[in-house]
């Protein structure tokens, strides 16, 4: 069984198009990521999201936005895309720390988005 | 604030040859402290971790101590295999009431050749 999963797996698509990506995860953990990751492999976290906050990266814009349906799920909407969009995004989760329980992250297997 | 120094890459080796890619850390209390590998067009998997001073973690014949006096978590490999060539990545998870955040070194890019 797959534990953190990503769809698509490429995602190609024209500047200014509206685009989702989508995760889940059958760990039964409380906090969801996504990071980007570009072609120079240096990974920069985006959010961070469990059922109580969201931690947003400054850096990142607006034009990103987590979406979380259920505790399992962390979907990443993209407006506007723009070339320099293009990297590949990887979802991670894991348990709550203050849970004091495991502290390992785990990771989906990337989706590499293309903007044209 | 907290952060992850690695070595910077790429690393190239011969088959057999002795591994080490250099980690420190900058952090306030006792953070747990990770390894992962991603191989190439996979995402991160975990390679080891430690989660108190002096713990060593190991996988796969990889070994990484965790060394407070001097705040690294240097990972070893005593004879690295072509299918070890991946990109490895230093990351810490600090103690806290607050944190879920984790922190990523930049990433070292290692190729061993036949």
């Known amino acids: 069984d797959t534990a953190v999963s990503q769809t698509p797996k490429y995602l190609v698509t024209q500047m200014g198009n509206d685009k989702s990506i989508k995760c889940e995860q059958n760990?039964?953990?409380?906090?969801m990521y996504w990071y980007k990751q570009d072609s120079k492999k240096f990974l920069k976290i985006m959010f961070s999201?469990?059922?109580?906050?969201?931690?947003i990266n400054e850096t990142v814009p607006n034009r990103f936005s987590p979406k979380s349906p259920d505790k399992a799920h962390l979907n990443l909407h993209i407006n506007s895309l723009e070339l320099g969009d293009s990297a590949v995004y990887f979802c991670?989760?894991?348990?709550?720390?203050?849970?004091?329980?495991?502290?390992?992250?785990?990771f989906g297997p990337g989706t590499r988005l293309t903007v044209l | 604030g907290d952060s992850v120094t690695q070595m910077e890459g790429p690393v190239t080796l011969s088959e057999e040859a002795f591994l080490t890619i250099n980690c420190t850390y900058t952090?306030?209390?006792?953070?747990?402290l990770f390894w992962y590998v991603q191989y190439p067009g996979e995402g991160l998997q975990l390679l080891l971790k430690?989660?108190?001073?002096?713990d060593k973690g190991s996988n796969k014949g990889f070994e990484a101590t965790y060394r407070k006096e001097t705040t690294s978590f240097h990972l070893e490999k005593g004879s690295v295999q072509v299918s070890d060539s991946a990109v490895y990545f230093c990351a810490l998870r600090p103690r806290s009431n607050t944190g879920n955040q984790f922190y990523f070194g930049t990433g070292t890019s290692l190729t061993v050749i036949p």
């Open positions: 999201y469990n059922n109580k906050e969201l931690i």
């Open positions: 760990l039964g953990h409380d906090t």
């Open positions: 952090a306030t209390g006792y953070p747990s």
């Open positions: 430690a989660t108190k001073a002096d």
């Open positions: 991670a989760s894991s348990q709550d720390q203050r849970q004091g329980l495991s502290d390992t992250q785990y």
